[in-house]
Every structure is written in C-alpha cells, then in structure tokens.
C-alpha cells in the first residue's frame, strides 16, 4: 500500500462491535458493483478475503458511468459543509497514489488530470456571488487563486468576452471516470473477486443479529461481512432488522461534445454559471448537470438538454460548432444531508455501510476503499469517517 493511502489510518478510533478483529480474513459480500463496491472488494480481496459482489446490472454502469469525474473538493465547498469538506480534502490528497495503485494493478490509464478547474464569472452579478466564494474558500485556508478576466482569457482563450473574473483551484483535479470503473472491475477479478452481474441482492439475511450472507436469485450466498454499497438503489435492499437507509436518487442529465483532440478548445474544468464543462484527452467535452427529485425516472427531456447547452453556450461560445456525442441520465445517491453514509450498522452485527456520497463517490473514492477495507480488516474506523455513521439519522431521545 503506498505511502499516501496509509496516512488514513495514522488517526483511528476503536469502533465496538467489530466484525473481523481478532478474527481470520472474513467471507464478504459487496452488494453494489459501481466504482466503490468494486474498488472495496478489490482491496479486500487483495488483503486475502473471499470477496463475492453481486450488481443488479452490469459493474460501472450506474451513477460511476455518469459522473463526470470531477475531484473539486475545493470549488464546490459550501457553507455548512465544513465537515465534509475535511473528508473531500483527505480523499483528494490520496487520489494519485490511488489512480498510480490501480493502474498498476489493472495494467490500464485511468488519465488523472492535473491541469486544475477554474470557476467564472459573465455578469456582475456572477462577480459578486464569485468573490463571496472566494472569501469563503480563503477563510477555510483552501489553495485558490483570484484571477482577472485577462488572466483566466490567456489561459482558457476560448471563453467568452464577457468573462468578469474567475477563481484557480489549482487542486481540483479531474478522473475519466468510465477508465476508473473499468479498471477497477479488471483488478478486482485479478485479485480473486467472484463478480455476479445481473444478480439483485434482495435481503441481507441475519441469524441472531448478526449477518449470515445475501439473498440472490432466491438462494443463500453465505457472509461474514456484507458492504452495502449499492448507491441509488440502496434502499431497495432489505436490511431489517436495520432501518432502511435515507439514500434516494437523484436524477442528472448530461451530454458529452466531441472536440478535435488534437486542438481542444478548453484544457481546465470549468465552472460556469449554471453548468460545469469537464474536457477529455479523448477530445469528448462533458457538459453537466441537472439536479431533479424525479426518482428513477430516465428520460431525458428538452429542457434539461437545452438548460446545459445554453448555460455552457454563454461561457464558451464555440462549443455550437461541437457535434454532440453522447447524451445520458444518472442517478445520484443523495442522503438526507447530502454526505455520505459509512461504517458499521448499529443494528446488525457485520453490516457495513458505503453508499450516500451524492456528487462526491468519484472524489471520495479513495477514502471510502481505505476506511471500509480498515474496519473490515481492523475494527477500526478512521477518525475523519466518524461523523458520517447512519446512526446520525436516527431520531434523538426526548430528554427526560
């Protein structure tokens, strides 16, 4: 394990009812076969665990196929997110240790990009609501940078006369998500992953609270540990006696450009008013996106495809001459505070939470592999993952 991964478990804290401390490897099952199951059962299974995962579809094809693979842990802080912020920033640090691991072990590019995202401003109004940002990211001692118009123009050439002014996260980094997923389902089956795809887990089966497996297909699948870690659809499986968990979709569309490759007409990620754009080595520009509570609903419709192209039109005008390459729905796992869920249940002994991470599983990729893999393996949970147990959603106790 490289250096950078590690310093995760340099702060723990004990976790009572661990399921493997002290014990031999364990049988674990991962319900999930985005980028986070896959790349938990990677890592355990490289760690020596029989691992079984188990996707109702088909690995890498749910929300991690359409991200747009953004690690912009500094330009999307908000107020109110100090916590999370913390989170973001520790799984951005361990990113390229991360990417160089899983490159080396899948023998395949991931194309991590360090070019880094620079957000703007067209209007007066976008300037102010701009240096409001600003002065929030420098009081929380992020590196951001103030850019004139001129400045950001002589970087990004392309962008709109219009431009007002703009902000450097020279950290915020970008992933081909899509290679990421790939990869991870090639290292996980060279670690010894036994992969079930198109196999819905329908229930964590318990004997005398503890977990006993998975119920697939009608049949047994016997575990020690089970990871739930099946994103939007986490709430489909049945956890009883734990309460369900407070995970719904949220639906995205989004719509990806073809660039010549060879003269792209934007290098950084960009954050517009409106709409963020996310260049590709490849040449493919990915526009996104739009934030509904439809549910599972997969249309895509003409507004929201209009809304992206207008919003991403006005910061850069010679995207209209772009063909359009690809256009798509996802479905975001979006928790009641919009953080992730990680950790033990409190309820069944064995049951392990990864799932809730919004439009943040890209960028906390790395710290959620680490911190379920080391209460697996461990028994303990990282200091920094503490906070976003499921036990915070459980209604508080009237006072006597």
Not at 255 to 266: Q, T, V, Y
Request: with cysteine.
């Amino acid at each position: 394990m490289s250096e950078s991964l590690s310093t995760v478990n340099s702060s723990v804290s004990s976790s009572a009812g661990s399921p493997s401390a002290g014990k031999a490897r364990p049988r674990v099952a991962v319900v999930g076969g985005g980028v986070i199951g896959l790349a938990i059962a990677w890592r355990l299974a490289a760690a020596g665990c029989p691992v079984e995962l188990f996707d109702a579809g088909e690995t890498g094809q749910g929300a991690s196929r359409a991200a747009a693979g953004m690690l912009a842990a500094c330009a999307e802080a908000e107020p109110g997110e100090e916590g999370l912020l913390t989170l973001n920033r520790a799984s951005q640090t361990y990113w390229p240790a991360f990417a160089a691991e899983l490159e080396a072990a899948s023998g395949t590019g991931v194309d991590l990009r360090t070019e880094g995202t620079i957000t703007i401003a067209l209007t007066a109004d976008d300037l102010a609501r701009l240096r409001h940002l600003f002065a929030f990211q420098t009081s929380l001692g992020l590196p951001v940078e103030w850019l004139s118009a001129a400045e950001v123009r002589r970087r990004e050439p392309y962008l709109s006369p219009k431009l007002a002014g703009g902000i450097l996260t020279r950290e915020d980094h970008q992933v081909d998500n899509r290679k990421v997923a790939a990869a991870l389902k090639v290292a996980a089956l060279k670690a010894g992953v036994r992969i079930h795809e198109r196999s819905a887990v329908a229930k964590v089966e318990t004997v005398g609270g503890h977990v006993a497996g998975v119920i697939c297909g009608g049949a047994l699948h016997p575990a020690d540990v089970v990871v739930l870690a099946a994103g939007a659809w986490s709430r489909g499986v049945d956890i009883s006696p734990a309460a369900p968990l407070p995970v719904r979709p949220i639906k995205g569309q989004m719509l990806a450009l073809r660039m010549d490759p060879a003269a792209p007409i934007l290098s950084h990620v960009l954050w517009a008013p409106g709409s963020y754009l996310v260049p590709r080595r490849d040449g493919r520009l990915i526009l996104g996106a739009t934030t509904e509570e439809k549910g599972f609903d997969p249309d895509l419709t003409a507004g929201g495809q209009l809304a992206l192209l207008t919003h991403a039109w006005r910061a850069l005008p010679t995207l209209e001459e772009l063909s359009i390459d690809e256009q798509w729905v996802g479905f975001r796992p979006g928790s009641r505070d919009d953080a992730p869920i990680l950790g033990p249940s409190a309820e069944v002994e064995g049951l392990v939470y990864a799932t809730g991470h919004h439009r943040n599983g890209i960028l906390l990729l790395p710290v959620t592999t680490q911190v379920i893999a080391d209460f697996v393996l461990e028994g303990r949970m990282a200091e920094v993952a503490v906070p976003f147990g499921a036990e915070r959603f459980r209604p508080r106790q009237a006072a006597e």
